[in-house]
């Protein structure tokens, strides 16, 4: 038994390599899983194949899904260009082996996904088998596809609180101001003001403060002092202040007294 061993190369980058081998009887959709599980793309919904010549000039495809295109052509018997419905060849329908023309067939594979990339696919080899179990299968990787960059998420940013808005107070105006200046204090009711908080005191009654002494002699004396019989003012109206101070103090007491 015979294998192709295709040589698959990339348009993005110079030192990118696969060699994978396939039987001539797998379908293109055998060739197409093996290669993107060789450079570690995901499934996509849109894949081709496109036999070429040996300039890889496209001839035609051959699809991962289902499709209908319009093709305008001319047809000889009516001398009219026309609009026909094409059908494209499916992979899962499509072996190989139906479109080698050539010992050193070339092709071109493009995958659409998230990314798109595009491939140069050439058979160089055809080889037996040499009893490898399962095909097709990736015998050599060089290389590794380009990461593309996702560009960062932008975060939308917080809403922002309204600022409490505090009223002002407005401060008087100066001629309001100016007004206090020309009020005019009447004398008779401060007269009567005072009368009243006079009489307040006269009702509350007699103050008295009375403070216990010891006399030398060892007898109780006391001392009274009543506002309403002469209030004094200062201490220079005590007659006897040496008296005072020592009732106050207790210096007269005898020592024996502590």
Avoid: W
């Avoid at 499709?67 to 419905?85: A, G, S």
């Avoid at 590794?144 to 609180?161: A, C, D, N, T």
């Avoid at 505090?166 to 105006?173: A, C, E, G, L």
């Avoid at 006391?222 to 109206?237: L, N, T, W």
């Amino acid at each position: 038994m015979f294998i192709y061993r295709f040589r698959i190369t990339s348009d993005e980058l110079e030192n990118f390599l696969r060699e994978i081998e396939i039987q001539p009887n797998q379908t293109f959709q055998d060739f197409h899983t093996i290669l993107i599980e060789s450079v570690d793309l995901v499934q996509c919904e849109r894949a081709s194949f496109f036999p070429t010549d040996k300039k890889y000039i496209k001839d035609i495809e051959i699809t991962l899904k289902p499709e209908k295109r319009q093709v305008r052509k001319y047809d000889e018997d009516l001398d009219i260009v026309v609009t026909d419905i094409k059908v494209i060849p499916l992979m899962k329908d499509s072996k190989i082996k139906t479109y080698i023309e050539d010992p050193h067939q070339k092709m071109i594979y493009e995958f659409h996904g998230k990314e798109d990339h595009s491939f140069f696919i050439e058979l160089f080899k055809i080889v037996s088998s040499d009893g490898y179990p399962s095909y097709p299968q990736c015998i050599k990787k060089i290389g590794e596809l380009p990461k593309k960059v996702e560009p960062p998420s932008i975060q939308q940013p917080l809403p922002v609180k309204p600022r409490a808005i505090i009223p002002k107070i407005p401060f008087p105006k100066v001629e309001e101001l100016a007004k206090l200046d020309e009020i005019v204090e009447d004398e008779t009711e401060l007269a009567e003001i005072e009368n009243q908080i006079g009489e307040i005191f006269e009702e509350e009654g007699t103050v008295a403060i009375e403070e216990t002494t010891q006399a030398s002699g060892g007898e109780e004396e006391h001392f009274s002092y009543h506002p309403e019989e002469g209030q004094m003012e200062h201490i220079e109206d005590y007659d006897d202040i040496e008296m005072l101070d020592k009732r106050l103090s207790g210096y007269d007491r005898d020592p024996d007294d502590y």
